[in-house]
Every structure is written in structure tokens, then in C-alpha cells.
């Protein structure tokens, strides 16, 4: 049985978020109204200004994607997805990239999960070898074209869910397993791992690190540090 290791994606391998940069891309091309930047900015600044939180400038985002993806052909989501793939696909961590690197050599089965939208993180992963990749998936009607309903929400809200779906599923052992994530909504999967990695972590993720011992690595410019 292979060792497994979970990786979240956004903010932990890629430098920023993939979802952020679909919804970016999207209004650009014309896809989304230009007036769907009004549903996020006032939040997006109060996060620039640190005065309100990260999440809260994600959940934001989710909600405007919700808005405006139904009755958007699957095609069109798919076509900005690789093409804004091919922008960003190397502006990730240099230590979680080179840890992927390391545990394939190794022989691990290395999954990816994260709320971006599945249809771009394949073509995201796919350069970094996952094994599996876990992401949103959205509804499509008979005419390829998104219905705006989040498919199976239950299961990727929490990342446990996935964990023990994966050990279930897959010829895996728990034995030796490590996830890496950046957030406290990484604190379920890192509990259900052997050895949690908390990669640049916000402060509700690092204070809960440092009363469950856990192990904390910091990416700053071309540094990287263990606390």
C-alpha cells in the first residue's frame, strides 16, 4: 500500500488562488458583466487594508461565481481556465512544489483538494503529478451549459470527508500520511493525517498549530524557515 500525502492548493502550492484568477479572467473576456467586480472590491479592499479577512474575501468571490456562472457555457469556463493556467501554472511555493517532487520520488500518492473549481485544477495538477484531484464541481444542463447548483457541497466542504474518502477508495495507508494547508479550514484534514504541515498559515491556523504541536514552515521571498 502506498503512503499518501494532501495538499491544499490555493495559497499553499499556488501563490495565489486559482478561483480568484478564473473569476478575474472570466469578467475580462466579457463572460462575466464588468459590473460583477462591484460584488467583491468592497471587501477585496477591507482584506488589502487588513481589516477584514481572507475568507471573507473568498466567500465573497464564490458567491459572485454563483451568480453569474448559470446559463455560461462549459466551454467558455474551460477555455479561460486553461488559458489563465498557462499564465499562472509556475507561480507557485518553491517548498511545496520541491515537497511534491520529493514524496513522488518516494512514491507517495499525492492528492490535491481545494474549492476551486475541479475543470481548472486538473489542468493546474496535472503539471505537478497529483494522483487525484478533488475540487467544486458544478452542475451542467443538457446543453453544456452551467445550471449555477454546486455539486455534492457536502463532501469538499470539508476536507476530511475527502481524507478518509481517499483511505476508503484508494490502495493507501494512513501510516506515514501528511497534509499541508494554510488556513484553519485545513485543521479537519490535518487531523486525520499522521503528520499536518502548516505552510504559511493564517493566525487561527497557527495558534491552533502551536497548542497541537504541529509543524510550521514559512515561505518569505527566498527564505524558507520552520518556527
Known amino acids: 500500500m502506498q503512503r499518501i500525502a494532501f495538499f491544499d492548493i490555493d495559497g499553499t502550492v499556488f501563490r495565489s488562488s486559482l478561483f480568484i484568477e478564473l473569476i478575474e479572467k472570466l469578467i475580462a473576456d466579457g463572460d462575466f458583466p464588468t459590473e460583477a467586480v462591484q460584488e467583491y472590491e468592497a471587501v477585496y479592499k477591507r482584506w488589502l487594508d487588513r481589516e477584514g479577512s481572507y475568507e471573507a474575501y473568498i466567500e465573497a468571490m464564490i458567491a459572485t461565481f454563483l451568480h453569474h456562472i448559470k446559463g455560461v457555457h462549459y466551454g467558455t469556463v474551460a477555455d479561460a481556465g486553461r488559458e489563465m493556467i498557462e499564465i499562472h501554472r509556475k507561480r507557485v511555493y518553491r517548498y511545496t512544489r520541491d515537497l511534491i517532487r520529493k514524496l513522488k520520488g518516494e512514491e507517495y500518492y499525492v492528492v490535491a483538494i481545494s474549492q476551486s473549481p475541479k475543470t481548472i485544477l486538473d489542468e493546474f495538477c ?102
Open 126 to 227: 496535472k503539471s505537478y503529478g497529483f494522483d487525484k484531484v478533488y475540487g467544486r464541481m458544478y452542475e451542467i444542463g443538457p446543453t453544456d451549459r452551467f445550471t449555477g447548483v454546486v455539486i455534492d457541497e457536502e463532501i469538499i466542504k470539508d476536507k476530511a470527508n475527502i481524507v478518509a474518502r481517499v483511505l476508503e477508495k484508494e490502495w493507501v495507508t494512513k501510516e506515514g500520511s501528511i497534509a499541508v494547508g494554510d488556513t484553519e479550514g485545513d485543521i479537519s484534514m490535518f487531523d486525520s493525517v499522521a503528520t499536518p504541515i502548516c505552510f504559511n498559515p493564517n493566525k487561527l491556523l497557527y495558534d491552533h498549530a502551536l497548542k497541537m504541536g504541529w509543524k510550521v514552515v514559512i515561505e518569505r521571498k527566498d527564505v524558507i524557515y520552520e518556527l
